[in-house]
């Protein structure tokens, strides 16, 4: 799921990656992240696109490292997902493995468990709707049962490093 080199033109990177709590007077660029969030309609109807730019600077946002922001644009996304949908299941294991990776980052392994362990009850859910029909949807071309193993393969690891953050985008 990498982004086009025109997407990537609009949307820059944000110019550091927040933490929170790690510089006392750090503030997240929100100004970046506005820009994704204005091309996120008020409501999808009937599926979260697989290209829409703010879904996939999202999850690019998670793999280069800026796991806050992430979390941020996706769950934009998600607010606009049908509800009772299946982009909504996907999105919240998505949003769920960002949070994951910024606890990681902050050495905060029982937090980073607990979210890796939602993110898989999420995507477990989402694999017994699975849809008979391949269509355009998020939840319809995202490789669920490759992040299933690899979040049972995170969780099942004795001890976990600030390495071990799972990327979203490059599963696609």
């Not at 996939?56 to 796991?67: I, K, P, Q, V």
Request: charged content about 20%; aromatic content about 8%; hydrophobic content about 45%.
């Amino acid at each position: 799921m990498n982004m086009t080199s025109s997407t990537a033109a609009h949307l820059p990177l944000p110019g550091w990656a927040y933490v929170p709590g790690e510089i006392a007077d750090s503030e997240p660029d929100h100004e970046t992240l506005a820009r994704a969030k204005a091309l996120v309609p008020s409501q999808f109807f009937g599926h979260v696109p697989t290209r829409h730019p703010a879904l996939r600077y999202g999850m690019a946002l998670n793999d280069a490292g800026y796991f806050w922001e992430s979390q941020q644009v996706l769950e934009t996304v998600w607010a606009a997902a049908p509800q009772g949908g299946r982009e909504r299941i996907l999105l919240r294991a998505c949003i769920q493995v960002a949070g994951a990776n910024l606890k990681l980052r902050m050495q905060k392994a029982n937090a980073t468990a607990r979210l890796w362990t939602e993110a898989l009850a999420a995507i477990n859910e989402l694999l017994a709707r699975r849809s008979p029909s391949v269509g355009d949807g998020f939840a319809d071309r995202f490789p669920a049962a490759q992040l299933a193993r690899l979040l049972k393969a995170r969780l099942s690891q004795a001890s976990l490093s600030k390495a071990d953050w799972i990327a979203l985008g490059s599963l696609a």
